[in-house]
């Protein structure tokens, strides 16, 4: 996991966050908080969140360009934002970039990439060429793992990105995904992440390309566990950014989390169009971070 220093307009949150951790210390005790990592109830908290498949940077138009995917993130005013199709090194469609790391320094983000490919350098002591997915965050990311999930046959491998991000003092767990082609494959990763889910307590949200629309049959389990964000917006179609057709990238919550403000914004910098929701976090209830 990694980091980098946020911009300016980021620094009340990291000053809020902080405060709400030596808060929290200074109310539980050292013993305390040692034995059992207690952060409390936090306090009610708004924070806007994205997916979106960035199509290694490169736009309808055929130009590569990370610096209009980075205007989408900033322009939106997104918080936390799940990028799929992100390129570390990989070839020079993109210039070689780590790009995960390029647009959190461009935007003031800590972040996380997970590597679902990973290849040799092309030269001795080069970089490896990695291909994944990354969270971009603007409150600390705690923790995070990728999981790599089942494929059939001799296909792409995919996974399953956690992270765990402290928003004041409310823990959220944050999952992103890029799904495979066959729905056989699909049906298989979608059961796979439910599961990876509910070992960890407290509110989620899973996002990300599922290369499924709703009505298909592998989005049963998903719509029976968690909430579809857009399941009331009629016109919610995110891929050809060119033509919008089909629905194929979502936003879904835990059932203690409410949403509000879902968007999906028009842009030709990506084959895929940016999703955005406000989400409310309010637990009812303390828990322990780090109970699975």
Known sequence: MKSVKRSKNRI????????????VILGLGNSAFAEQTSFGRGPEVN???????IHHGEGEDGVLDLERIARIIEDADTE?????????????????????KWLAERLGLFYTY????????????GERRQYGTAILSAYPIIESENHFLSKIGNTEQRGLLEATININGNHLNVYNTHLALTSAERELQVNEIIEIASQTKGPKVILGDLNATPESNEMKPMYANYLDVFADTPDANT??????????????????????????????????????????????????????
């Open 12 to 23: 009340r949150k990291a000053v809020s966050s902080v405060m709400a951790l030596l808060l």
């Open 47 to 53: 924070v806007k969140i994205m997916s979106y498949n």
């Open 80 to 100: 936390i934002v799940a990028l799929q199709e992100v390129d570390n090194h990989w070839s020079d469609r993109s210039d070689f970039q780590d790009q995960a």
């Open 114 to 125: 997970a590597a679902n490919l990973d290849r040799e350098p092309l030269n001795n002591g």
């Open 239 to 292: 891929y050809s950014a060119e033509n919008p057709s089909k629905r194929i990238d979502y936003i879904f919550t835990s059932k203690d989390i409410e949403a509000a403000d879902v968007a999906v914004i028009n842009s030709l910098a990506s084959d895929h169009l940016p999703i955005t929701a406000e989400l409310v976090l309010d637990r009812e209830e303390p828990y322990y971070n780090g109970n699975k």
